[in-house]
């Protein structure tokens, strides 16, 4: 069974740093490209970073470009974001997701927390 | 706002038939670029429903099912149950951003 289990999400105060972890299990993680999605508190979905299987391809959104880093172990089955200045608009549930045919993201973490706040 | 534009919200009655629209631009959708749908439930996590413009994962009832056509796409829910009631997203790649973009997500009511 596929399962992706995001942690490290908390209150961390304006101009702060955070590294949240996704742990996979249940497939092959170094064959798959993976995601960051995010969710603000009553909003809508917002795509944020993706890295190719073996990590040499990164994207990211203009909105956090320079500030968030992706990355991934594949020996630990582990996906990474690292989130440096942060700002109150930062402050959503962060799900990984698995890219599955064509990008579409067929398989979601539960989403960890982050909260932006001072 | 968002790249692609959905609909807030859609309401039907049970048993009847709703669409949800998805209409994006030359450099995503209009590009040739596929797209794909998502079901979020009340507190939880999305879940993938159509990929590939028209396809349904395993256990994804055939009540559910997407079309696309230049610059749009669109969801259809026949038959609808109450435990359709959720927040639907759309989503593909954007040339000019380098990256995925999703709709603002349309929130379906069963009335």
């Known amino acids: 069974e596929v399962q992706l289990v995001e942690s490290g999400g908390g209150l961390v105060q304006p101009g702060g740093s955070l590294r949240l972890s996704c742990a996979a299990s249940g497939f092959t993680f170094s064959s798959y490209e993976m995601n960051w999605v995010r969710q603000a508190p009553g909003k809508g979905l917002e795509w944020v970073s993706y890295i190719s299987s073996s990590g040499s391809t990164i994207y990211y959104a203009d909105s956090v470009k320079g500030r968030f880093s992706i990355s991934r172990d594949n020996a630990k089955n582990s996906l990474y974001l690292q989130m440096n200045s942060l700002r109150a608009e930062d402050t959503a549930v962060y799900y990984c997701?698995?890219?599955?045919?064509?990008?579409?993201?067929?398989?979601w973490g539960q989403g960890t927390l982050v909260t932006v706040s001072s | 706002q968002s790249v692609l534009t959905q609909p807030p919200s859609v309401s039907g009655a049970p048993g009847q038939r709703v669409t949800i629209s998805c209409t994006g631009s030359s450099s995503n959708i209009g590009a040739g670029y596929d797209v794909h749908w998502y079901q979020q439930l009340p507190g939880t996590a999305p879940k993938l429903l159509i990929y590939y413009n028209n396809n349904r994962p395993s256990g994804v009832p055939d009540r559910f099912s997407g079309s696309k056509s230049g610059t749009s796409a669109s969801l259809a829910i026949t038959g609808l149950q109450a435990e359709d009631e959720a927040d639907y997203y759309c989503q593909s790649y954007d040339s000019s951003l380098s990256g995925s973009v999703f709709g603002g997500g349309t929130k379906l009511t069963v009335l």
């Open positions: 997701a698995r890219a599955g045919i064509l990008q579409s993201l067929d398989y």
